[in-house]
């Protein structure tokens, strides 16, 4: 790998392991009373969802999360309907260029009422490292959903990168796979 494709890699994970202080110290603070399991209305509901849920429920009381996944970037808001939550990101998971159904990168947290419930995960797998295994033209897929390609620069100051929702612990009106969750909120 050229050195100049490596140090920005190394530079990303190492800014997503340094947890913004008021977060970390508001999610120390939240009740970690389990909430109401997610019920799903969708009897077609997808293998990946299934896995997600089975992979994550442990994760369920955010003080489990800790210490593989921290908290990054604060609360991320739509651009125009909808929220993703508070990604805590393993940056170990981000870093190894693979995709693992039982293991996504993020977590999501909706911080509302000082309660943090876990609405979903991110899959994420940066296009450099997913690149150096797989041709150019192959786009990952996990567990038959096609992940989204992000370009850069983008909002959150990363590198190229392909990433999937999965909203397990959330229904989104928008489907199971879709970035923005009109049921999540920053507020």
């Not at 429920?57 to 808001?77: K, N, T």
């Not at 995709?99 to 609405?119: F, Q, S, T």
């Not at 994420?124 to 150096?132: F, K, Q, R, T």
């Not at 038959?144 to 612990?169: C, D, I, K, T």
Request: glycine share 6%; proline share 9%.
């Amino acid at each position: 790998m050229p050195i100049m494709r490596f140090v920005p890699t190394v530079l990303f994970a190492a800014a997503l392991m340094v947890p913004l202080p008021s977060l970390v110290a508001f999610v120390g603070e939240l009740d970690a009373a389990p909430h109401a399991a997610h019920v799903d209305t969708d009897e077609t509901s997808s293998p990946l969802v299934e896995i997600v849920r089975r992979a994550t429920d442990q994760f369920r009381d955010v003080r489990r999360a800790g210490p593989d996944y921290m908290p990054a970037l604060g609360c991320v808001s739509g651009p125009v309907d909808g929220a993703m939550g508070v990604h805590f990101i393993n940056g170990a998971l981000l870093m190894d260029g693979a995709l693992d159904a039982n293991h996504p990168e993020a977590l999501i947290y909706e911080m509302k009422d000082n309660v943090a419930r876990l609405v979903g995960v991110e899959f994420i797998v940066l296009a450099s490292a997913w690149h150096e295994n797989h041709p150019p033209q192959d786009v990952p897929v996990l567990e038959g959903q096609l992940l989204n390609f992000n370009g850069s620069p983008n909002r959150f100051g990363l590198p190229p990168f392909y990433e999937l929702h999965v909203w397990a612990w959330r229904d989104n009106p928008r489907g199971n796979f879709v970035d923005w969750n009109t049921k999540v909120s920053c507020q």
